[in-house]
């Protein structure tokens, strides 16, 4: 079986890495199946479906906040949330929490999708997570789970067991490079 000679290794060129969106496309609200996700003017605002489900709120500074509403009677009904501490170049998610009956796995999906093109946008490069029995969430964005020594000790200290983090979309990265950055 032949080998690539593109690489790294080989001198070659490294191959191009996935482009980083603008801030502003990063941060467009977006539809999907009738659910609306945009980032919260004010973080606060999902603070209620946090504490319906019981899932701690952080005690610092939030740096980034989304939320999922759908049509309610007369106006729109927050149902999802997900809000972000940051630390240099890692993020800590806390949830996303979804109180909706019909597809939840999917309405968090989205709003993971949404704050990590809005993390990377801004320079983000590693996202923790806490599990909150979300792995297929997780995996499916390419979290690896991960030992809390890893979190920057600005992020360390956060109730919950079990941590998972995120580096470009892919599986294929080290505590090793974690470190070096």
Known sequence: M?????????????????????????TVPRVWQGIGYRPLPDAA????????????????????????VTAGNGGERLVGGVVAE?????????GPVVVLETEPLEVASQLVAAVLDHATATGVVTVFARPQS??????????????????????????????YAWRGGSA?????????D
């Open 45 to 68: 605002i999902a603070r209620p479906l946090f504490d319906f489900a019981a899932v701690p709120w952080p005690e610092a500074d939030i740096a980034l906040s989304w939320g999922a």
């Open 172 to 180: 294929l990265w080290t505590l090793r490079e974690a470190s070096r």
């Open 86 to 94: 940051r630390s240099g170049p890692a993020m800590l998610l806390h």
């Open 134 to 163: 979300l792995d297929r969430v997780w995996v499916r964005f390419g979290f690896i789970p991960v030992p809390e020594s890893t979190l920057p000790p600005a992020l360390a200290g956060r109730k919950g067991a079990g941590l």
């Open 2 to 26: 032949a080998r690539s000679r593109t690489g790294s290794r080989s001198g070659g060129p490294r191959p191009a890495a996935v482009p980083v969106p603008s801030l502003a496309s990063a």
